[in-house]
């Protein structure tokens, strides 16, 4: 979005869900196949990437979230911007980058790859160096696993090690998100997992079928799990008490945790009763951080 009295343009940077993620060995470089269906959510839970002219690139970071990311040399938002100038051979190239950071740090909802892909699309328009979406995926693929999905942003099967997209058909799913405040290491996971020696049984799935509504997706999604969540556990013993909580939170249909976590969520068969849940649980759980929140569905 582009506000024309300002010339400021701006992207919003949803969190990504995992609806479920099957993991199996590490393969010689010592990442993972991975088979998982991504939904996005909507601007109830994003980070936003804000452009502003100036002749170098510089970045600001502010919102409830942006403290955990004080001290990081490598912001994400940055590396995007440094490799779009390579990519483009536009040394000259500047702007003051605004990062409202809403999401949780390190916390299986993809946010750092969400603000990579943001800056990717926001840059691009505003540098006008006109990439189309096959060279932004590639680029996105340099920066991380998440950040193709980011970019193309409505739901899709993921697999390889996350580059290989296929297109879901879905309709909107709403839930409710919390993260118990606890930052957790995506590679950390990973190596328990590895640690674990599990992966053996992996191979990927036909997707779910989706041709119902929410209740329908929700029943079918119990047939899939979240691999990494037995690792996770481990790491961090507060998604056990996240996930109990969800599972008896009034009309939640599945309670499941997402990417590495320690992020979970509950799907609801409508958006009123996502919100009427969240409202109760960030009343009882106030050091949690707690949305309700609509997947977006196919377009
Ligand atoms: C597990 C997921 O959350 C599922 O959506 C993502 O694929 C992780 O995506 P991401 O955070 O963008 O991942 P990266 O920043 O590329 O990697 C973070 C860490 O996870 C490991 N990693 C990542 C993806 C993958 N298929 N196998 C891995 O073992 C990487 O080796 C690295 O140690
Ligand atoms: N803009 C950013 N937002 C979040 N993290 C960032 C950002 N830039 C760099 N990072 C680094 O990336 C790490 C992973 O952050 P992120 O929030 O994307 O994790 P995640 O939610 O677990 O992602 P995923 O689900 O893709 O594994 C952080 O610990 C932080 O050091």
């Known amino acids: 979005m582009v506000d024309s009295a300002t010339s400021l343009t701006t992207v919003w940077a949803p969190a990504k869900v995992n609806l479920y993620l099957h993991v199996g060995r590490p393969l010689e470089d010592g990442r993972h196949p991975l088979d998982s269906l991504v939904m996005f959510a909507d601007a109830s839970a994003a980070d ?16 409830p979230n942006a403290k955990a990311l004080k001290g990081e040399k490598q912001n994400l938002v940055l590396q995007a911007a440094k490799l779009l100038k390579d990519a483009a051979g536009r040394s ?19 946010g ?28 996105g693929a340099e920066l991380g696993a ?12 993921m697999r390889g090690i996350g580059e290989k997209l296929t297109p879901f058909s879905a ?27 599990m992966g053996a049984d992996f191979k990927e799935r036909e997707g779910p ?6 209740e329908a997706l929700a029943k079918a999604l119990e047939e899939y799990s979240n691999d990494l969540e037995a690792p996770t556990k481990l790491l961090c013993p507060a998604v056990n008490e996240v996930l109990t909580t969800l599972e ?12 590495s976590g320690p992020t979970c969520f509950a799907v609801f068969s409508s958006f009123e009763a996502a919100k009427a849940a969240a409202y109760v649980l960030s009343k009882r759980k106030k050091k949690w951080w707690v949305r309700a929140t609509l997947l977006s569905g196919s377009q």
């Open 48 to 63: 936003r990437v804000s452009v502003r002219p100036l002749k170098t690139v510089t970045l600001n970071v502010d919102g």
């Open 146 to 157: 998440d950040v193709p999905a980011c970019l193309r942003s409505d739901p899709q099967i």
């Open 171 to 197: 309709c909107g799913l709403p839930i409710v998100l919390v993260n118990p405040a606890v930052k957790l290491s995506t590679a950390d996971v990973f190596r328990k997992f590895d640690e674990l020696g």
């Open 112 to 139: 750092g790859s969400a603000d990579a892909a943001a800056t990717l699309q926001a840059l691009n328009r505003y540098w006008n160096i006109g990439f189309g979406d096959e060279a932004l995926l590639n680029l």
């Open 248 to 259: 008896k939170t009034e009309g939640a249909l599945l309670a499941r945790m997402s990417g």
């Open 92 to 110: 000259d190239l500047g702007a003051a980058l605004n990062l409202y950071k809403e999401l949780p740090v390190a916390a299986g909802i993809g």
């Open 209 to 214: 079928d989706s041709t119902g509504g929410p």
